[in-house]
DNA sequence: TTCGTCGCTTCACTTTGTGAAGCACCGGTA
DNA sequence: TACCGGTGCTTCACAAAGTGAAGCGACGAA
């Protein structure tokens, strides 16, 4: 199904931007290819996020070429080497990866335990309806 | 499997994060409280997301108040209801729904075909490796 | 009685993601 | 010669997540 197809409260473009970049894995590449803005290889990507499979990640990579937000490159060594980088349109996440960056730095439970669930905001004591 | 157990290019807050706001649906019924900052019913929500299966948004309504970022409150009228709402955590994700809703008027294809891949970019022509 | 609304839950099915292995190519080592 | 590791993927069988449709108990209206 194409998720957006109705106008219902929010914006479909968003709706195509969060179903892009939300899908899973996505976000992180798309923030590793932007940590250094700097062209990545497959098995420098596979290194930097660790849980990524590559299927998913080979999958993942021909999703955001195909929405143009990656440029594909391949250079002929002996060893040929393809590269990956951000192309304008890709780039101009930033702002939005580092806004969830800096949300997560705030709310996320980051120092200690691994799970989920733990209180952690700066103004904290009304976590409730407001 | 925990995605983010290890430190590999991002920060595990920021995996968290995404992997949480960028679950199916999730990012568009975040928007949608955020949208008027008001309480939302159940078949509101369901209202306002077109393709969303009621399975699905109990489920995501579950996860984000596990993770605090809507609360639930039951009314019991003759006729019960139930208002979600965002708890500061949840509306503090509102400076990343709006980069993002950025982003998605600026690249995305808005007005005529619904397909994608068609180059939009403000300043284009140049989408390729820099 | 029958109908509809409320907030869900349950069902069978499809799509998506998983770890592990494989593949064609190359250069180096033994 | 055979083997080894690294490159960028692809393929496989299986598990998890998402799908549309139906159902559920409580209620009010016709």
Redesign the pocket.
């Given at each position: 199904?194409i998720?957006g197809e109705g106008t219902g409260g929010c914006c479909p473009q968003y709706h195509r931007a969060v179903e892009l970049i939300g899908?899973?894995?996505t976000g992180a590449i798309v923030a590793v290819l932007l940590a250094e803005d700097a062209p990545r290889?497959?098995?420098?990507l596979r290194a930097a996020v660790p849980?990524?499979?590559?299927?998913?990640?080979?999958?993942r990579?021909?999703e955001l070429e195909v929405e143009q937000l990656l440029g594909?490159e391949v250079h002929a060594g002996?060893?040929?080497?393809?590269?990956?980088a951000l192309t304008p349109k890709g780039r101009d996440l930033a702002p939005v990866v580092r806004a969830l960056e800096h949300w997560g730095q705030r709310w996320m439970d980051c120092g200690g335990s691994g799970s989920l669930a733990v209180a952690a905001g700066p103004s904290a004591d009304d976590h409730r309806l407001g």
């Amino acid at each position: 199904m194409i998720p957006g197809e109705g106008t219902g409260g929010c914006c479909p473009q968003y709706h195509r931007a969060v179903e892009l970049i939300g899908r899973r894995w996505t976000g992180a590449i798309v923030a590793v290819l932007l940590a250094e803005d700097a062209p990545r290889r497959f098995s420098e990507l596979r290194a930097a996020v660790p849980g990524l499979s590559d299927r998913v990640l080979s999958q993942r990579l021909r999703e955001l070429e195909v929405e143009q937000l990656l440029g594909r490159e391949v250079h002929a060594g002996p060893p040929v080497r393809v590269e990956y980088a951000l192309t304008p349109k890709g780039r101009d996440l930033a702002p939005v990866v580092r806004a969830l960056e800096h949300w997560g730095q705030r709310w996320m439970d980051c120092g200690g335990s691994g799970s989920l669930a733990v209180a952690a905001g700066p103004s904290a004591d009304d976590h409730r309806l407001g």
